[in-house]
DNA sequence: TGCCAGGCCCTCTTTAGGGCCTT
């Protein structure tokens, strides 16, 4: 079965690293072309959101000192997810809070995240900008009421990540489109699309690819 | 002391710099 979880992160900042912690996460998980199931909750990190944070994603303190403990929450939804492989707008962001959040709770990913984002920027060339609202607009798909939620945004990217293998499946002639392909298509380079999924055909006909 | 994300991509590039994208 080719399912795919969709996730996204609302956070204190931009970096773990630096001590800022998830507030929210949402996971929507893609099966046969369409949404079949969602996990989304708050996170109680013991630490106060930033005006800022507060101000672009309506996310409180209060909000989050009424939620479930991070710890809790975290275990819940890689309970959700599983070893479903991963999909974020700008994946590089999402999988180090995914990581950190995991490894304060003992636990480690064992599955490959693709970027919805570099995958847009092969396969939507024309686009101006690639910010997950625009691009969502420019492909005249649904929208959600309120950005930067987390399971507005993962909807959001949900919906972009099903408009993106239609359109594989659509140029090259595909019946379906695994996060195998995606995973490549986001490191081909521009010209390199055709080839890369030459490849993947080929690897996917030996056996080489699980599907 | 001063600074503070980080990975990808483009170009006035490659011995680099700056913009984009995520919160």
Request: aromatic letters at 4%; charged letters at 20%.
């Amino acid at each position: 079965m080719n399912t795919i979880a969709v996730i996204d992160f609302e956070t204190t900042g931009l970096s773990p690293a630096r001590g800022d912690r998830a507030t929210e996460i949402a996971a929507v998980l893609l099966r046969d072309g369409q949404i079949v199931d969602r996990y989304q909750s708050l996170m109680n990190a013991g630490l106060s959101i930033p005006p800022f944070i507060t101000q672009l994603t309506g996310i409180s303190t209060s909000m989050v000192r009424q939620a479930p403990p991070a710890e809790r929450v975290m275990a819940e939804v890689a309970d959700f997810v599983g070893t479903i492989p991963l999909v974020a707008h700008n994946a590089a962001f999402d999988s180090r809070f995914w990581d950190a959040e995991l490894r304060r709770i003992g636990r480690q990913r064992h599955q490959s995240f693709v970027c919805s984002m570099l995958v847009a920027k092969r396969l939507m060339p024309q686009a101006a900008s690639y910010k997950l609202g625009n691009l969502v607009a420019m492909a005249g798909l649904p929208t959600a009421a309120r950005a930067h939620r987390a399971l507005a945004d993962a909807e959001m990217a949900a919906h972009l990540t099903l408009h993106l293998e239609r359109e594989l499946m659509r140029r090259f002639g595909l019946d379906s489109v695994t996060h195998e392909l995606l995973g490549r298509i986001q490191r081909a380079s521009a010209g390199g699309l055709q080839g890369c999924v030459e490849r993947h055909l080929r690897e996917r006909k030996m056996g080489m690819i699980k599907v």
